[in-house]
Nanobody, 123 residues
């Protein structure tokens, strides 16, 4: 079994920054890619970014390119989503997820999900 725990959400003003963390435990993650998705009220879950566990291109949604950065720390089995220049439309519950064997932007392909962390961007 795989456990994913997100943290770092909260309330931030437009233009501000937050860093989300996703700590993974359980089985080895050497073969897993990790992704972040978000879901706003009344909307479908959408892809944000994903990263292969051992490097390679990191795809981002067009809406977050240039503002969000995804990184990982192998020693801590943790991935981080640095979110800068936040906008009200970034408000959503953010979920991290794990998938193998390959990196994908499709939510239905992911095997494990965290419980989500709320991000609210408002003045």
């Amino acid at each position: 079994q795989v456990q994913l725990v997100e943290s770092g959400g909260g309330l931030v003003q437009p233009g501000g920054s937050l860093r989300l963390s996703c700590a993974a435990s359980g089985r080895t993650f050497s073969s897993y890619a990790m992704g972040w998705f978000r879901q706003a009220p009344g909307k479908e879950r959408e892809f944000v970014a994903a990263i292969a566990w051992h490097g390679g291109p990191t795809p981002y949604a067009d809406s977050v390119k240039g503002r969000f950065t995804l990184s990982r720390d192998h020693a801590k089995n943790t991935v981080y989503l640095q979110m800068n220049r936040l906008k009200p439309e970034d408000t959503a519950v953010y979920y991290c997820a794990a998938v193998r064997p390959g990196l994908t932007t499709r939510a239905d392909a992911y095997d494990y999900w965290g419980q989500g962390t709320q991000v609210t961007v408002s003045s």
